[in-house]
Structure formats: C-alpha cells, structure tokens
C-alpha cells in the first residue's frame, strides 16, 4: 500500500500537469504577440532596424512654439483623464460596493446583476447614447431648462470625456471591490468597534486596508481601459484626440510601426505604473 | 443570481449551437462580401433584403446553396488594411474610386470576365471607363454621389449660403461641423481655392492644409456619422457631406431646424465600386453576385435604401424608382447625369503615391492638433 | 443615513441606466433619428427582424462569447490548479506576471499585437484566410483567461488540503477526488469567472475589430462600421429587448428563489417540530 505523502505527491503532479494547456497557450497568444509589438516598434516598413519611431514618439511637435513634443503631450491628456476617471469611479464605486456587500443576499443578487446589465449591452451604442444626452441641445439642457436652469456646456469637453469613462467602467470598479468586502469578517468590524474606534476609524483602520486588493484590481480595470480608449474621445471628446485616437489613426494610415511604436510605449509605462501600485500595497498591507 | 446567469448561458449555448448547425449543410459554396456598413437593402420597410434574395435566386437558378457572408468596413482604409495584410480572403468588395485606384496598382484587384456580367449593359457609358479604371477591366460601379454643404435655415443667413466661403464663415464659428477624414476634408479646402485634388505637387497641398488650419478654430467637430444627429437637433448648423445623406437628415429633423442643401461651383464626385479582389477563392460566383447587383430588383432596391445615386440606367430610368424617390430628390441626387463623365474626371480623388499619402497624413494629423 | 445610503444608491442606478432609458425611448422613434423624437412607432422592432445582417452578428456575438468563456472557464481552471499546486517559487512568479499581462495590456494593444502575429503566421504558412472564427475565439480565450483563474485562485486557497487527501484515503482516484470533492468547492469562483468571462467578450469591440476576418463579424464590429451612414434605431431597438430578457429572467428567477427559500424554511420547520415530537 502507498504512503499516505506518496499519494498526494502523486495527487499534486497530476494536478500540476494541469498547468500544460494554459502555459503553452500563455506562451503562444500573451508573450509572443509582445515581441511583434516590439519588434515593429524598433523596424521600418522594410523590416530593417531602426529607432526613428520611437523617436518620433518623443520629438515630433506640431509646431515649433508649443513646449512639449506633441505625442508626449498627448499621453499626458490621456492619463491625466484616466487618473480623474479612475478617482472618480473610485470614490462613487467604494461606498456603492461596501453598500452592496451589507445588504441582504438576495438583494446582492439583483444589485450585482442591476449593475452588471449594461456591460451586456454594447458600448459603442451606450455612448452614443451619451452623446444625446450631454450635447448643447441634448436632454440634460432639456431637463435643465425645464427647471430655469442652464444651459451647461459639456459635450466637447474633457468632463463628457470623463462621464463616458466614468459611465462605462464605473461596474469594473465595483466589482472587485465588491468581492473582497463580501468576503470580509463582520466580527472584525464589532471588534474594532468594541475597542473603541469610531465609523471614520473603522474605515480607516480596518475596512480599506483590508479591500485594498479589490481596490487595486478596480483600478487596474478602470485606469487600463481608460488610457487607451479611443471611441469615448471621438463620441464624447469634441475635437480633442487621446492616445488610443492616435494609434487608431496611425494605423488607419497604413503606419504599422509608428502605431507600433506609440503602444509600446504605452504599454511600458502601464506596466511601471502598475508595478510602482501593486508595490506600495503589498508594502501598506504588510505594515 | 448566479442561477440566472447560468440558465441565459446555457440557453445562449443551445441558441448558438442550433444555429451553428442550421447554418451547415454539404454542397454549398460560400461568397464573403465586403461592403460599407449600412450600405445595402436589408429587408427593412417591406424592402427586398438583397443578401437573402441573392441566395434564394442563386438556389433557384444553379439548384446549388450559397451562403454570403457579408461583412461590413468602416472606411476605405480599413478594408484596405484587411484586404492588404493577405490575412484574409474576399470575394466582392465595395470600396471608393480612390481606393481602387491604389489597389489596381498594386495588383490587388482582378481583371473581370464581363461574360458573365451581362447586366453590365444596364450601365450608361458615362459611367465607363472613368479615371480611376480607365481600361473598364475590373470595376462595376454601384453608387455614386456628389458632396454638398447641408445648413439650417434658422440660423444661417440665405445670402451666405454660397459656395465654400459657407464653411469658413467666422460668423458661424462654432457651428460648422467638417469631414473626419483626409480626402474629403482637403477636397473643401482645394476646391474652395480651385487647386487640383489630384496634385502631385506638395505646395498645393501646403496651400489647402493652410485653408484648413485657418478653419479648425471655427469648426465644432470633425465628424462622420455624428453628423445625422448634430445636423438633426440644431447642435451645428453648417456641415459638409454626401448628398443623399441630406434627405435622410431632413425626414428626421427637430421642429426648430429648417435643413437645406446647395452644391457649391466644384466640388467632389465619388463612385463606389464593385471589384474582385486577388484574394479571391471563386471569380464565376462573385461575377454572378456582380450581375445579380445590377439586374433590376435588386438595384431599384439598394439605391433607395441607400440614398445615394445609382449609375445603373435600369434604376434612374424607372418611373417607380422616380416616384418612390421624389422629384427634389431626383434632382439633387441626378444633378447633371449627362456630364457625369467630365465632371468627374476633373473633380473626382485619384491614388496618390505613398510618399504623398505620407505627407498628405502628416498634414492632416497637423490640421487636426 | 438609510435615507442618504437609499439616495445615493439612486443616483448611481439613475446615472448607470440613464442612456438605457435613452436607447429605449428612441427605439420607439417615429424616424430614423437617435436624436430627435418624431412620434411613436414599432417599425425599428420590426425591421430588426427582418435584419439578417443584425441578427447574424447577434448570433456570432453571443455565440463567440459562450464559446470563449466555456474554454477560458476550463483552461483557465485546470491552470489556477496546476498554479496552486507549484512548489517552485519562480515558475509560480512568472506564471503569475504571465497571467497579469492581458490584464495590463489596454485591449488595443492585445488587439494589434495578435493581429500582426496571425498576419506573419499566415504568411509563414501560407494561408490565405488567418484571420476568421478561429482567431478572434483566441484572441476573445486569451483576454478572458486571467480573469477566470484569479478568480478561482482565492478559493482554492481557501479550500481545506486535507480534503483531497481524505477522500484518497477513503479510496477515491485521483479523478474522482478532483471531480467529487475540490471542484465543488471551486465551483462558486469558477462560475464568477465564466460569468466575467462572458461579459468581457461580449461587450469587447477593439479586440474583435483587429483580428476578425470574413464571415465572422460581432454585433460591436457591425456598430462601429456604420460610420458614412448612421446607426439606426434599429440598434436601439435590439440592445431594448437584450435588455427586457435579462430583466424578466432576473425577476423569474428572484421569484423562484424566493419560492425555494420560503419551501426550505418550511421543511426545517417541520422537521423540527418532528424532532421536538419525537424527543
């Protein structure tokens, strides 16, 4: 007869195996694809290698007058909206999710699947829905006259580019936060309140570090999306343009590699941000 | 719950499967079409829904099933960058004249068998053999169209409804929409300064990007097709765009918006046609499709959906047609039939090289920031 | 406070179906306009039902995304496992950074990136169609992947080691012991996972728009063409009725929920009481 540590030591090779599928998969269609994004970021359209793209990335300015290269102000748009975005949603979605998370389950229920029914209906058409809404003669200056107010002016502007982004992540942000506080001990809360800590308190000290990975992965789903979107910034955005729109256009121009290069960037900068997140978390959580 | 979402995913399952088999069956050939989106009688209104006819009449006559799988493209540099990654295969496309030019150079159409295209009969000789297929070898046109400046009435002054000078009227400024893309939108500038659209020389597009940088302060929005809904409800009351899209703006209109429509002195003609890529796995079928397009249902049909103006004599030609369309609609959308030829080979966009597709991108890109 | 927590759950709801009242209001419109309202009139429900092209894509949208999540669901299971299970640290951390990037990476970027990789493989073999069904259905796998596994990681953690090893003992295989005894036990994070899985496909336009090819086109892809001619209430009509289905499966089930629950409560009662009897 086997030993007892033989047979889940077989029991965990075999599971282990499991793991084949998804590693080559993970190798073919996430890590491979990268080097084509590297790989036509550093050539020419002849395939040759070259560092004009991305120095074009960093140079170019429309205009001899303007301060900064036009591409580097460009990213700074667009993260600067996805930022007030993320915060937004942040600040909306945190108490929406701690709400979530205290009512009855059957309510969670139809809260989560209430917030989750206009993810099934398709983003293009829900923007534009927002487009109706927010121009000059559009229903909320309807509804704004009605009551002797107004008119306001939004569509065009970075707000109606933040309300559409606001609007189509606000779900990816409450759901993971949602998931974590479910899960959270109430017995922890009483306790902290027994000891004396007040609601700020409690909050402070026990609630938020405690979601703080549901934290992270919302903001990770609402700030990835976000700096990259290019149909909210045409629908919503008036005549200004964010990265996405520049990638979208280079790429419609038949330029592979600088759209190439423009998204490798991109991607890079992502990456250290998430990194530079994930970090101080981890460190916030330990301590 | 989670028991709901299990239940619609179990029944989308058994949807999708049951559709995924219905849709198999031996002996039947495929034809993949590539068109504009919107850009087809689909059935609506009682209206015939050209695909499915196509394929009921295909049946019928060859007693052989085809199945089209008829896809849709946002632009002409869209399917071109479809068409030239080689990664896939098309029987039919529909793009612009522009368009077709680049591909015939670059060896990306095929020549047609007009053998098996006999309807090709119904289209007048006007509409032959224009500039950007000189020869008549690969090209069937399906709709051609003349861009126009629609503004609303209530608050444009009539007297300065004229010409391009509309466009850049800082009167208006803040209410003029523009085209969001190059072509088109260097068109209004060139023709406002009479300059060749065609040129090879760059200072002529320097010239046209000048006009265009004076303009971009006034303008409200780049747009396409947010433009039904800001010309509609009075949210801009100065737009450039195709003609028979007005008609369309016009039925649909808010009460306080009065829309109406004028040609300036030059302005662009534009044929889409129907061509048959090198990718192509099945020429006698897309000819077949080709001719089908052009037999007399069908076209009548399209032509009205669409809006546009057909080069098809069968469909201009019928009283039906004429009646359905109405006469303002007639002599807008036909405005100057019998010249087409010229008008057209003077004013209608060609290929440019790529060094000059480069600049002309460069400008635009500067235009625009 | 109740109140203020009850007006500030309104207003999100308020803010998050305002351009669903929207769409829903001009699927009514009495012309073709999504922004001006002419009048009341059915013809936009009827025209979608005559609609092949929109129904079509309806039907690969919904079929693309059933068959993205199910594979993400059973690839993306059997991974979180095979993860859990690793003893060396690095491979656990690459695999981890791995399973992160499609996460990181904005949906443009995984959307080129694939495209110019089946372009160069087509090439490499020469095929003429690399771009079809098989293609996006990768490219729809690979971004719902992360999504399912840490989503199933958390449980599994949670999950009690010495279960498994129970039921061996007792004399289960391998097989069994995975199948009866930890797959239940997963199954709550398995099935958040499809259900993300689901959504994130289904809802996904950029993704689909670089690496899809002919006879495949989603209902997102078909939107975003109708750029020269505009999009019709036809659209709104569509997107009105996806939205009355859920909303009627969401009640029917509340219903039947609460019908179950109000029946279990009873049969406690009585066993109960029938304990209290016997004793």
């Not at chain 1, 008119?151 to 109606?160: F, K, L």
């Not at chain 2, 007009?114 to 090709?120: A, C, G, K, L, R």
């Not at chain 3, 002419?38 to 092949?52: A, D, I, R, V």
């Not at chain 3, 859990?84 to 950074?97: G, I, V």
């Amino acid at each position: 007869m086997k030993s007892k540590n033989t047979v889940s030591a077989q029991h965990g090779f075999l599971q282990r195996m499991l793991l084949t599928p998804y590693s080559i998969w993970a190798i073919l269609f996430i890590v491979v694809p990268l080097f084509f994004i590297a790989f036509y970021a550093f050539t020419d359209s002849q395939m040759h290698f070259t560092l004009d793209n991305m120095r074009k990335v960093f140079t170019y300015r429309t205009s001899q007058d303007r301060s900064m290269p036009y591409y580097v102000m460009v990213f700074g748009r667009s993260f600067k909206l996805a930022v007030i975005s993320t915060l937004i949603c942040l600040l909306l979605g945190y108490p929406f999710a701690y709400r979530i998370a205290h009512a009855s389950p059957r309510v969670q229920g139809v809260l989560i699947t209430v917030i989750m029914i206009p993810m099934w209906m398709n983003f293009l058409i829900r923007t534009y829905a927002w487009m109706v809404i927010l121009q000059d003669k559009g229903i909320l200056n309807g509804g704004l006259g009605l009551l002797g107010l107004g008119p306001i002016h939004v569509i065009g502007t970075e707000t109606a580019v933040i309300i559409g982004m606001v609007y189509d992540y606000l779900p990816y942000m409450i759901l993971p936060i949602y998931s974590v506080m479910a899960k959270m001990d109430n017995r922890l809360l009483e306790a902290a309140r027994d000891l004396g800590c007040n609601g700020f308190g409690v909050l402070r000290r026990v609630i938020w570090p405690l979601s703080l990975p549901g934290v992270i992965s919302g903001v990770n789903m609402v700030l990835i999306p976000s700096v990259s979107t290019f149909y909210i910034s045409q629908k919503l955005g008036g005549k200004m343009k964010l990265i996405g729109d520049e990638i979208e256009e280079k790429y419609a121009n038949f330029d592979f590699n600088g759209a190439a290069a423009i998204a490798f960037i991109m991607m890079v900068l992502l990456l250290v941000v998430m990194a530079l997140l994930q970090h101080r978390a981890t460190k916030r959580s330990v301590a | 719950m989670k028991k709901l979402l299990s239940v619609l995913l179990c029944a989308a399952m058994l949807l999708s499967v049951g559709w995924m088999l219905s849709a198999c069956g031996d002996n039947t050939v495929t034809l993949n079409v590539y068109n504009w989106g919107e850009y087809i009688s689909d059935g609506s209104e009682g209206s015939l829904d050209t695909v499915k006819a196509f394929e009921a009449w295909y049946q019928e006559t060859y007693n052989q099933k085809v199945k089209v799988n008829y896809t849709t493209f946002a632009s002409n540099e869209d399917m071109y960058n479809k068409l030239s990654s080689g990664a896939v295969s098309y029987d039919v496309v529909i793009p612009s004249d522009y368009m077709i030019a680049k591909m015939i150079e670059e060896n990306m159409l095929l020549p047609l068998n007009f053998d098996n295209i006999p309807n090709y009969a119904n289209i007048d000789e006007n509409f032959r053999g224009l500039n950007y297929d000189p020869d008549n070898k690969y090209t069937v046109p399906y709709t051609y169209g003349v861009v126009g400046i629609i503004y609303n009435a209530n608050v444009v002054d009539e007297a300065d409804a004229q010409g391009w000078d509309l466009l850049w009227n800082e009167k208006y400024s803040g209410q003029i929409l523009q085209f969001n893309n190059p072509r088109d939108a260097f068109g209004t500038a060139q023709y406002k300064l009479d300059l060749n659209v065609n040129s090879t020389d760059k200072a002529d597009w320097d010239l046209a990007y000048e006009e265009l940088k004076k303009q971009e302060p006034l303008v409200q929005k780049y747009v396409m097709d947010e433009i039904y809904n800001m010309m509609e409800i009075g949210e801009a009351a100065i737009a450039v765009y195709y003609a028979g899209d007005y008609f369309t703006m016009v039925d649909a209109q808010a009460e306080d918006v009065d829309l109406r429509f004028y040609y300036p002195d030059r302005t662009n003609y534009f044929v889409d046609a129907m061509c048959i890529p090198s990718c192509c796995k099945n020429q006698k079928l897309a000819e077949i499709f080709i001719n089908y397009m052009l037999s007399e249902e069908p076209a009548i049909a399209n032509a009205e959906y669409i809006y546009y103006a057909s080069p098809n004599s069968v469909v201009y030609n019928s009283p039906d047609y004429q009646e359905e369309m109405g006469e303002e609609a007639m002599d807008i959308l036909y405005m100057d039939v019998a010249n087409f030829k010229t008008l057209y080979n003077q004013y209608g966009f060609l290929n440019q090289s790529n060094e000059m597709l480069e600049y002309i991108s460069e400008l635009w890109h500067k235009v625009r920031s | 406070m109740k109140t203020l927590s009850r007006i500030y759950t309104g207003l999100i709801l308020l803010f998050l179906f305002a351009p669903i009242l929207i769409l829903i209001i001009f699927s009514f419109n009495g012309s073709s306009s999504t922004a001006v309202l002419n009048g009341f009139s059915f013809q936009w429900y009827e025209e979608l039902f005559h609609n092949s092209n929109i129904l079509e894509a309806l039907r690969n949208t919904l079929l693309l995304a059933v068959s993205s999540a199910l594979i993400a669901t059973v690839m993306g299971t059997a991974a979180a496992v095979g993860i859990f299970r690793l003893r060396s640290k690095y491979l656990r951390a690459a695999l981890d950074t791995v399973t992160n990037i499609p996460m990181i990476n904005p949906d443009i970027i995984t959307g080129i990136s694939l495209m110019l990789m089946f372009v160069f493989a087509g090439r490499l073999f020469g095929l003429t169609n690399s771009l079809n069904f098989g293609t996006i259905l990768i490219a729809h796998v690979t971004f719902c992947l992360p999504y399912v596994i840490l989503q199933v990681l958390p449980k599994l953690q949670q999950m009690d080691k010495a279960l498994p090893e129970a039921a061996m003992d007792l004399g289960c295989t391998h097989l069994r012991a995975f199948f009866k005894v930890e797959l239940p036990e997963l199954f709550p994070g398995i099935l958040t996972g499809m259900i993300m899985a689901f959504t994130l496909s289904l809802d996904d336009f950029v993704i689909s728009y670089f690496t899809s090819g002919p006879g495949f086109q989603t209902l997102p892809v078909l939107i975003y063409s109708m750029t020269k001619k505009t999009v019709k209430p036809t659209i709104y009509a569509l997107a009105t009725i996806i939205f009355f289905v859920i909303l009627a499966l969401l009640t029917a089930t509340n219903l039947i929920d609460s019908d179950t629950n109000k029946a279990m409560k009873q049969a406690r009662k009585k066993k109960e009481t029938r304990k209290q009897a016997a004793a």
